[in-house]
């Protein structure tokens, strides 16, 4: 049977001769010379063909020391078309030992490798891996590459096992840190921690989270410090980077973080450092977190007294309104209505529905009526941060003390002055608020030459002869 014959019974579907046919193409295609059937039937498994389990055995009984040209020709069928039964196939049969890879394919077949890519497909690309040159530093540049995109455990050990060099030292720094084989990380001698930023910067999430553990299990206070400034560096989202912090039981760490916070997101670490009684090294910071935690746990003793009873024939808006249980196109036009009541009902309730994001929110709180005003502080307390005093007074308690949630903790030292003196009438919150602003306050002196500071936290010095630097 000719090639062509071949390709055209491959598919024959007939009733009586169909299956004896197709039988006899697979036979002629894998007997073909230079391994020119490979192709064919690659696609044929892909698209799961009647005959795929007599394919796919046939193609995984491929010799590599005895049919070598057909393997190479089904392993760049592979790289166009990679089908993951064709993969099972392949990491099965592998690559011809001895055999001369071209780069070109190595390329394109660790190229596969990707945090999407089909457990057949990895597979395929940890046996060719494999065969690839261990001294090609160029070429285990790509497999690290490989494994960085694809997070593979079966090439992370691959890497390890066969001791693969790369080009880049900071592949190798993260390989080191990421599987905790800190003593080859201490060979890089990154005494800087430029390779650990390096490494962090390039590192998914569940790599840094792996990082993470094998810095606090090291325990080096040098390691430490460069997976801060590698944290630093790196943009990470802030709520992570805390998270990974207290992951560390670094509490220095954590200190420092809260001089880029809001209280809101203070009170956290507060709870954080009160389950955990770990405390900074520092002798101030861990004043401030011991003065801190101690006002945090005696905000949770606060008994909540209840509101006055309604007088009779009167009913909570809010429950009225909960009541009504109006549609989502009833709210959706309370939005666009002219009574502040009824736009209030849709602010309130459409929030709940999806109906009403935050830009929307913020309009309300310049609402010129009050309701929507009130509705507003209710929904988002950020909203209060940059509200001056309302004169409906409804709303102003509301609002509470969001504008001391959303309070930054570095500040000049006006703003801490004038929150220390509040301390007299109010305690709570502000008292943790000024424990940590007092840490930082005096920190933030900027020296210029100009007539205004830049900063609104800054300090200006202007014709201090007698100040000594």
Known sequence: MTLHEALARLDDTGFLLGAGRRKKAIRALLEAPDGAGMEPLAKALGRDHPDAKRIAAALSALSVDEEADKVRALWSAFVVNPQPPVGSCLAKVGWPPDAPVEERLSRRVLELAGADAAPEVLGALVAFARALPVADEALNDAIYAAWLRSQSLELEKLIADQHRQPATPALEALHTLVTGRLDRYAALEDKDGALLVQAFGMAPEPFRQRIARSVQANGDRGLLQAYRRAQDASGMDPAQRVENLKRLGDDDGLFEATRSMRMLDVLPLCEHWARSQSRPSADRPRLVVESAVETFIALGQVEIEPGPELPDGLVDIFDYWRQENPSKEQLAEDLEAEDPFEKARGLYLGHEQGLVDQQRLRQA??????????????????????????????????????????????????????????????????KILCAFQGAFVAGGLVLDEIDEADDRAAVELEDADDVQF
């Not at 209710?378 to 003390?401: S, T």
């Not at 930054?408 to 030292?413: N, Q, R, V, Y």
């Open 365 to 430: 709180a310049g609402s010129d009526h009050w309701p929507g005003r009130l509705i507003a502080r209710m929904l988002n307390p950020d909203v209060a941060r940059d509200a001056k005093e309302d004169h409906v007074i409804w709303v102003n308690a509301v609002a509470g003390d969001a504008s001391l949630l959303h309070a930054p903790i570095e500040c000049g030292p006006d703003e801490y002055t004038r929150n220390s003196e509040r301390l007299a009438q109010a305690r709570g919150l502000l």
